[in-house]
Nanobody, 125 residues
Framework: QMQLVESGGASVQAGGSLRLSCAASGYISSTICMAWFRQAPGKEREWVAASGSAYSDYTDSVKGRFTVSQDNAKNTVYLQRNSLKPEDTAMYYC????????????????????WGQGTPVTVSS
């Protein structure tokens, strides 16, 4: 069984930067897919970004501002977020799927096997 622990959530000013981390433990395949979702108050859960073997993808609203990366040696995935906007305020969840990314279902929460507890981010104007 895999466990995911997020960290790095904070309150920041608009235009600022923040890096979220997600450490995975347990059995981890070399081709694991790790992704981030977010959920703002009163809104549905939204896929943000995903990272797999030689692969990364982003939802349109964060392209050019967010970067997802994996450190396989540390079993950790990062979400570097720049030029933050108030609309980026949300609870951010780290998720994982083994053995690979779910292709056309990459934005579906149900496509992922494992979820972290979430880390809150608040961006003030």
């Amino acid at each position: 069984q895999m466990q995911l622990v997020e960290s790095g959530g904070a309150s920041v000013q608009a235009g600022g930067s923040l890096r979220l981390s997600c450490a995975a433990s347990g059995y981890i395949s070399s081709t694991i897919c790790m992704a981030w979702f977010r959920q703002a108050p009163g809104k549905e859960r939204e896929w943000v970004a995903a990272s797999g073997s030689a692969y990364s993808d982003y939802t349109d609203s964060v392209k050019g501002r967010f970067t997802v990366s994996q450190d396989n040696a540390k079993n950790t995935v990062y979400l570097q977020r720049n030029s933050l906007k108030p609309e980026d305020t949300a609870m951010y969840y780290c998720v994982a799927r083994q053995p690979t990314c779910p292709g056309g279902r990459i934005g579906y929460p149900s496509a992922y096997n494992f979820w972290g507890q979430g880390t809150p981010v608040t961006v003030s104007s």
